[in-house]
Nanobody, 119 residues
């Protein structure tokens, strides 16, 4: 019943910015940590950024100083502001959330959104 819907991906030039959004809906009792992962061709899925229910954050070293994760608990939404984008940021970005729903507490995944950084 829980769904995560992502938006905001697209094509951007190096040095540009993009903002990803991920909204959770359904039978949600509470949302714990939320995060963004990405997967480039031939590489493993990696954690980009995460934010806890008390707004503490973690970032991959490769995006520190460029990306900012935030959340709006009233809207069950997590955001990823991406600045100074580089070609190596090109990947499919997936939203993830640790959610208590009904009697099941587990992680849920968004459908993925393509981010392409290219001149």
């Amino acid at each position: 019943q829980v769904q995560l819907v992502e938006s905001g991906g697209g094509l951007v030039q190096p040095g540009g910015s993009l903002r990803l959004s991920c909204a959770a809906s359904g039978s949600i009792f509470s949302i714990n940590a939320m995060g963004w992962y990405r997967q480039a061709p031939g590489k493993q899925r990696e954690l980009v950024a995460a934010i806890t229910s008390v707004d503490s954050t973690n970032y991959a070293d490769s995006v520190k100083g460029r990306f900012t994760i935030s959340r709006d608990n009233a809207k069950n939404t997590v955001y990823l502001q991406m600045n100074s984008l580089k070609p190596e940021d090109t990947a499919v970005y997936y939203c993830n959330a640790d959610i208590w729903s009904d009697y099941d507490r587990r992680g849920y995944w968004g459908q993925g959104t393509q981010v392409t950084v290219s001149p």
